[in-house]
C-alpha cells in the first residue's frame, strides 16, 4: 500500500481542526459515561449519537463516532471495578480482579490499570490496523465456517483455565452455559429450543442481561442476605464523612510495567479476535484473560491481581481497531458499531467498499488519525472519571448495594426496554447467588453461553457446504488442520495445568 | 330472523358504519403510537424517527415513537394487537417477523393480523457470483447447476434467500441453501471462497460489481432503475422472465380490525410525510429509497409477501 502524501496531509487538516477534537472529546466522555452504565453499550450509544453527525464534516463525525467508541468501551470497566456491575458484557472478565482490588480499597489502582492497560492495547491495535489493514483483511477471509469453529473449539479448550483448581465446578458452570446458550431459535432451521413454550424466549437469552444477572445481581441478593448491610442514620453519616475524606494510591510506573506480559497477550488475543466477524470484545477479554492465567498461575487471578484486570482489558480493547478492518479493506462491517460507522460514512457520501482506499484516501487517512489521537484524548478523560468512580466505588457496601441493584434493573431495561430482560436478569442472579454459595466460578459459563452458539453455527454451516460430509467439514483446508492440531495441544496443556494445580494444592495442604 | 330482528340488526349496522365514519374523519385526534418493533439504531427505527419528525405537520398530531423489539420482531406486533383497533397504534416493520411466524410451528399469531397502511421503500435481492466463475451469466448458472444438483453453495440472510429459492423454483434447480444471520457474515464467507453465490441488496451489490463480484440476477419483482441496472452489467429481471417472485417492503402496519376509513387516511398521511423535503433528504442520506405503495395495492402484495414466504421457507429451514 502506497501512501498518497497529499491525502494525508488533507487528513491531518480535517482532523485538526478545533471543531473535530472538541467533538472527539465530548464523544468520548459521553461514551465513558454510556459505557459505565450497564446494559447501554458502545453500539447504542453510536446509534444514539449517529444523527447528529450527518451535517457535520467527515472527519468531525468520525471524531464522535470513534470517541463514543473508544470511551464507552473502557467506561465498561468503570462499574465493573467499582461496583462489580459490568457496564457491558465485554468489561465481565474485568469484575473479578478489577472489584476485589476496590473492596481491598485499591480502586484507583485498579481502575488505572483499566485503562492503561486499555490505551495502551488500543494504541498498538490501531498501529496494527493502520500498518496492515489489507493484508489483515485477507487473513481474515481465510477464516470460513470450518476454520472459525476450530478457533471457537479452541477457545473452549481454555474453559479448564477459567475453572480455578476445581475442575469439575468449572465443567459444570460450563454446562450450565452451553444450555442456557441453545435456548431460542437454533441458528439455521429456526426451531425453537428450550424455549419452555415461551414465545418471548424465541430470540434466547441476550448477554446484557445475562452478564448483569450473574455479576451484579447476584451479588445483590447475597448481601441482602447479610444482616449488617442496614445500618444507622449515625453510621450512615460517619460514612459519608470517611468517604469525602479518603484518598486511595494511583497505580505505580512499575506495576504498570509488571504486567507488560498480560497486556502483550491481550493485544495479541484481542486483535485477532476482532478481526474474525461475530466474536467480539466479550471473547476477546475473556480468552485474553484465560490466556494470561494459563500463563502464569501463580500470580492469583481471580483474587485482586492487577494482572488479571490488565490482560482483561487490553484484550476488550484490542479489538476495537482490527474490528474496523473489514470495514476499511472491503466495506463489510464486522461488528454492530463497526456497521454504524459505516452507516455515518455513508452519510458523508464515503460508502465504504474495496475502493475507498483509491475514492476517498483522505477520510480512510483521518479515520487512521482519529484512531490514534482518540486514545490519547481517551487517557486524559478517563483518568478525570476514574479520580470520581474510585470514590465513589468505596460508598459503603449499604449504599453500594441498593444502587447497585437499581442499575442492574435500568440497566438492563435500557438495553432494549425490554421488562422479559429483566425477568431474565433476576433470574440469573438467582444462579450467580448459587455460584457465590458454592464457590462455583461464572466465567466458563459466560464464555459457554457466548461460543457455544457461534461455534454450533459456524459448525452447521461448515457441514452444509461440505455437502454434510464431517471430513471435508473439519479438515476443509491446511489451516482447519494447523488449527485442530493447536486445539490438541491447548487441550493437552490444560490438563498438565490442571494437575500441576492439584499437585500443588496438595503439597501446600 | 324476524322482521324486528333484521331491523335491530340493519340499523345497529348502520349506527355503527355512521360511527366509524364519524371516527374516521376526526382521526386523528390524538397522538399516534408508532412502534418499531427493532432495537433503536436500526433501519425501522430511523425511518420511524424521520417520520415522526415530520407528522405534525401533516396531520396535526405527534406521532410518538417505540422500539419494542424482540422475539424477531414479533413482541412489538404482539403490543400492537393488545391495542385497540382504532388506528393510534401503528407499527412500521420488515420481513423479518412475517419469517419467524411462518416458521415457528407454535407462532401465537398469524402473519395475516395486520392491515396494511402502506408500503414505504423496499429492497431488492440480487444474487452475486465471482467473476472468475464458469457461470459468468443467469443462463450458464442455470445449465450448470442443472447438469450438478446441490454443487452450488449460495449464502444469504433468510429474507434474499426467499427471492432466490423463488427464481431456483421456477427453474427447477436446486442450489445448496446456507442460511446467514447477517449479509457481512455471507459476503466475508463469499470473498474467502466459502460459498460459490450470495443473495445480497442491491446497495452490497453496487459496492461489490464489478471487482469481487459479477450480478447475475435480480430475483424480486421490483425492477433495478436504469442507472443501477447498468453499473451492475444489466442483470435479467426475474419477473421479467416470467418467475414467481416477491418485494420485500418496510410496510406499515396496524389492527387487522381498524377500519377502511381510517387505514386510507393513516396511508394518505403516511404517503405526504414521505412527500416532505426533509424526509427525502434524510431517507437519501441513509441511502434508502423511497417507494410508496398505499394501502389498497400495499395489501395484496404484502399477501404474496407471505405466501412466497410459506413456499420458500421449507426448502431453506429443511422443515
Redesign the interface.
Known sequence: MSIDYDALMLAFSMVFQVETILWMMAGIAVGVGVGAMPGLQS??A???M??LT?NMPAATALGLLIGLYKGSVYGGSISAISFATPGAPESAATVADGHALMRQGKGKKALHMALYSSVTADFLSDVLTILMAPALALL???????ERSWVLILAITLIGALSGRKLSKGMFSAALGLYIGTMG?D??????RNTF?L?????GIPLPPLVIGIFAMSMVYQELLRPEVVGSTKQKLADVGALLKSKSEGLKLHEFLRCWKEIGIGLGVGSFVGLL??LGATVGAFLSYAVAKQASPHKGFGEGALEGVAAAEAGNNATVGPTLV?LIA?????SATA??IG?AL??QGA?????MFTLFPEIIYSLFIILLIGNIANLFIGRFFAGIYARLGEVPRRYLIPLIGLMAVMGTYSY???P?HVIIMLGMGLIGLAFRMFRIPEAPLVIAFMIAPLAE?NLR?AH??S?EDWFTTLFNSPLSIGLAVACALSLYVSIRFQIASRVRAEKDD | MKPIMKLMAAATLGLSALTSTAIAEDYPDKTITWIAPFSAGGGADRWSRTLSSVAFDVMDQAMRVRNIPGASATVGWGEMLKQPADGYTVMLSSPTPIIALVTEPNAPFGPDEAKIVAFISAFRGIILVKPETEWSDWDSFVAYAKANPGKISLGSTFSEMVGAQLAFDSEGIDVNLIPYDSTSDSVTDFLGGHVDAIGVTESTALNMVPEEALALINVTTLPLSEEVAAKLGNPPHAAALGYETINFPRWVGVHPDTSDEIVEKLSAHVGAMLEQESVQTITGKMGEEIIFVPWQEAQPQYEALVAGIRKAAPAITGK
Do not use: C, E, H
Not at chain 1, 414465545?199 to 430470540?203: A, F, I, K, M, Q
Not at chain 1, 472491503?330 to 464486522?334: E, N, Q, S, V
Not at chain 1, 460508502?351 to 475502493?355: D, E, G, K, M, Q
Open positions: 453500539s447504542t453510536v446509534a444514539l449517529l444523527p450527518f481474515a477471509l481465510k477464516f470460513g465456517p470450518s431459535s441458528p439455521i432451521g429456526m426451531v425453537p413454550n414465545w418471548w424466549l424465541r430470540d466477524p461475530g473489514p472491503f466495506g463489510i462491517p464486522g456497521a454504524l452507516g455513508v452519510m460508502t465504504p467498499s474495496p475502493r432494549q426496554q425490554n422479559y453455527q454451516k452444509l457446504i455437502r
